[in-house]
Every structure is written in structure tokens, then in C-alpha cells.
């Protein structure tokens, strides 16, 4: 099957020029890369403030939290819910910082929309939650779509294609590295899919060091090659206290070591 019958929106064929996605004064798939930072997910008023104020002093534009969790196992901490929308938009107005956070139903779609959060991620475990991508792709909202851990580029793409079918232009994607028979690190992350998916669509793509590499040693280096191979922003994982962190703290980088990261990606 030739590309254009495979996707109609989300081909460069379809659209030659590269799609910029803004979210509040930030652009995806403009000329800098996009930082987005924050904790996996948010654990209090406290900790979501120190991490926001944190990561904005230096220099990043957008906040990320976790409010509804897609954790493997029942009994681990399965966020906040809606008070964790609260907070994030309490903390996006101190900071300024636009946010974006997991959501994992479209039952939970009137709460995003009441508390006017800014950018919606479609998590990797749901990025072929096909019902999911329906109801997203009537919103007016822009979608931060994670590649399925185990997905091809093309399903990661038809994903996209299902985002924009019914309207949604406003989508990046984002490569948050996959499965393969290399165990020594969480995931791999697959710098090919963000020079090939920079060619074959006009739609910005992003990388997740933390979440490809499980540990916060090789985040940054992780990071440089992603922004080396076209990525058109981050996700980092950022904790005031790493080692109290309710979820991903072994991949989370302090406050010390975000800002090093942006001293290197702004070089
Ligand atoms: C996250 O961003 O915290 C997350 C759960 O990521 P992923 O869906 O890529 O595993
Ligand atoms: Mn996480």
C-alpha cells in the first residue's frame, strides 16, 4: 500500500510544510525546541510547587504531572485525580507554565475541559485506546500522543492519523523509546523513528529521555541525541527529592541536574 492511502493528514504528501502546534505562547515544531519538565506525578501542593518554580527558573516552558496514572500494579499510588488537576493549574498560574497531563478515559474529558487544562497526553499504554483517540480528535485541545512501547512507526502514525481524522490538527508526537530484547535499560529510545517520522510527516515530534532510559545518569546524553537527531523538544522527569518520589524517582533528575540539561541543550 502506497503512503498516501496509508495516511491522509499526517503525511508530508498531504501537508509539505511542518505543522506548528501552540499551546499558550509555545510552539511545537517552530525553531527551538520545546522543554517541558515536572515530576512523573503530582504528590502535593508542596512538591508540585517547588518542581514548577524550579524548573521554570531555569528555563523551561512547560510543566508536566501526572494526575491519572496508568501504574502496572493496583496497589501502586494511582495519583491524585482530579485535585491533582487542580494543582497543576495552580502552579501553572505562579509560573506562568503552561501544563500537560495523562488522560486515561474519555469518561474523564468534562474534568480536563472544566479545570482548562492546556495540552492533553495520551499515554503509551493507550495509544491505540482507539475510543480514546475518537473522542480527542472532536476536541479543541492540543495532544501530546506517546509512542506505544511495543508500536511500529507506522501504527505510532495511524494513532496520529486517528487523532486528526475527525479534526484534530493540533497533535505532537512523542518517541518515549520501545521493547526489544536489550534488557539493561528500561527501554530503548528509538532515535531512527524521530529522523524518519521528522521526514515522513509535516506533525512536530518530541522525546522522553527519562522514560526510554529508566535512570537518570542517561537522561542527558539521551537527551542531546534526541535534539541531534530532530527531535523539536523534551519530556524530562524532574523531582525536588528524587528518592522520595512516588513514582519513576530512579529516572527523575533534581533541580540541579534540569538545569545543567538546559545549559547543554542551549549551547
Ligand atoms: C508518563 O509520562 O509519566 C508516562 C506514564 O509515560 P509513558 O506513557 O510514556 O509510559
Ligand atoms: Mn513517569
Not at 73 to 93: N, R, V
Amino acid at each position: 500500500m502506497s503512503q498516501t492511502i496509508l495516511y491522509k493528514k499526517v503525511s508530508r504528501e498531504s501537508k509539505p510544510e511542518n505543522t506548528i502546534v501552540r499551546v499558550g505562547s509555545v510552539e511545537f515544531g517552530g525553531l527551538h525546541p520545546v522543554l517541558i519538565a515536572g515530576p512523573c506525578t503530582v504528590e502535593s501542593e508542596n512538591q508540585l510547587m517547588a518542581i514548577a518554580t524550579g524548573v521554570k527558573k531555569s528555563g523551561a516552558h512547560m510543566l508536566r504531572g501526572g494526575a491519572f496514572k496508568p501504574r502496572s500494579s493496583p496497589y501502586a499510588f494511582q495519583g491524585m485525580g482530579i485535585e491533582g488537576l487542580k494543582l497543576l493549574k495552580k502552579a501553572s498560574a505562579a509560573t506562568g507554565l503552561p501544563v500537560v497531563t495523562e488522560i486515561m478515559s474519555s469518561e474523564d474529558l468534562p474534568a480536563f475541559l472544566e479545570h482548562d487544562i492546556d495540552m492533553l497526553q495520551i499515554g503509551s499504554r493507550n495509544m491505540q485506546n482507539f475510543s480514546l483517540l475518537k473522542a480527542l480528535s472532536k476536541v479543541n485541545k492540543p495532544i501530546l500522543l506517546k509512542r506505544g512501547m511495543s508500536a511500529t512507526v507506522e501504527e505510532f502514525l495511524l494513532a496520529a492519523e486517528y487523532l486528526m481524522h475527525q479534526g484534530n490538527n493540533q497533535v505532537v508526537l512523542c518517541e518515549r523509546g520501545i521493547r526489544t530484547f536489550e534488557q539493561s535499560t528500561r527501554n530503548i529510545l528509538d532515535l531512527n523513528s524521530l529522523a524518519l517520522i521528522r521526514q515522513l510527516s509535516h506533525l512536530p515530534i518530541i522525546a522522553d529521555p527519562s522514560h526510554a532510559a529508566g535512570r537518570y545518569d542517561l537522561v542527558t546524553p539521551l537527551a542531546i541525541a534526541a535534539l541531534g537527531a530532530g527531535a523539536n523538544g523534551l519530556i524530562i522527569e524532574v523531582h525536588h527529592e528524587p528518592e522520595e518520589a512516588l513514582c519513576d524517582g530512579k529516572q527523575s533528575l533534581t533541580l540541579g541536574s534540569f538545569e545543567k540539561l538546559m545549559l547543554c541543550v542551549n549551547r
